[in-house]
């Protein structure tokens, strides 16, 4: 399968934990983002990489949350001190940067629940 | 900031029956893209259709078509002969040149009745 992963696929924690996930694009992307998705909702864009570098952070990333894509490849996103409204799914997707328009491929997603 | 509205929750069809979902953004961009994606129960998104905002022409893939009227900044997707296989979240989604993530609406729940 070479299409995007991510891992791992549901997550359980308590408030004030923290966990992090994680994204493998598809390998000849260098475009990466980050999505939250909550029930009932559209993805809500979080972040995006091109190659290592993250160019773009929504207001809806708060201090909590930080993301890496140390080598241009897989992404990590990280949420610290988890609090009941973080549960959400989490998507990642995966694009290359040519052509501009190109369509995003989502990966299944990461359902984070906090108790 | 772009927004996009989906106005329509929950949208039923007869199989083989044609239904159209409805779709209008607002951005002050002249260029950008325009996207609609299905999301399956429990199965990740995919895309179904794309336009670009500088092509007049309307998209077409296989039964899956937009109507995109530039000007009143709507973007509406017919889907022809529905099938079973076509119940999902569809959600329309925006993009502006560059490499911005994309502005999803709410989703529309499509429910096909046999």
């Known amino acids: 399968d070479t299409g995007v992963s991510q891992d791992p696929r549901h997550k359980i924690t308590k408030r004030g934990q923290n966990v992090t996930f994680r994204c493998d694009p598809i390998?000849?992307?260098?475009?990466l983002y980050w999505y939250r998705q909550t029930l009932g909702q559209g993805p809500e864009f979080l972040t995006y990489?091109?190659?290592?570098?993250?160019?773009?952070k929504s207001r809806l990333l708060s201090d909590r949350f930080s993301a890496e894509r140390p080598k241009g490849s897989f992404s990590t996103l990280e949420i610290q001190r988890t609090e009941q409204g973080d549960s959400a799914m989490y998507l990642c997707?995966?694009?290359?940067?040519?052509?501009?328009?190109?369509?995003?491929?989502f990966g299944p997603g990461t359902r984070l629940t906090v108790l | 900031a772009q927004t996009v509205t989906q106005s329509q929750p929950e949208m039923s069809v007869q199989e083989a029956e044609t239904v159209t979902l409805s779709c209008t953004y607002d951005?002050?961009?002249?260029?950008?893209?325009l996207f609609w994606y299905k999301q399956p129960p429990s199965r990740q998104m995919i895309l179904v259709i794309r336009?670009?905002?500088?092509?007049?022409q309307n998209a077409t893939e296989n039964r899956f078509s937009v109507n995109f009227q530039k000007a009143a900044k709507s973007f509406s997707l017919k889907i022809s002969d529905s099938q079973l296989g076509d119940a999902a979240m569809y959600f329309c989604?925006?993009?502006?040149?560059?490499?911005?993530?994309?502005?999803f609406g709410k989703g529309t729940h499509l429910i096909i009745q046999p």
């Open positions: 997707a995966s694009s290359p940067s040519d052509p501009d328009g190109h369509e995003q491929f």
């Open positions: 390998s000849e992307h260098n475009r």
């Open positions: 990489f091109q190659n290592e570098a993250q160019l773009e």
């Open positions: 951005t002050s961009e002249s260029d950008y893209y």
């Open positions: 336009q670009e905002a500088y092509k007049q």
């Open positions: 989604a925006y993009r502006r040149l560059g490499a911005d993530g994309l502005t």
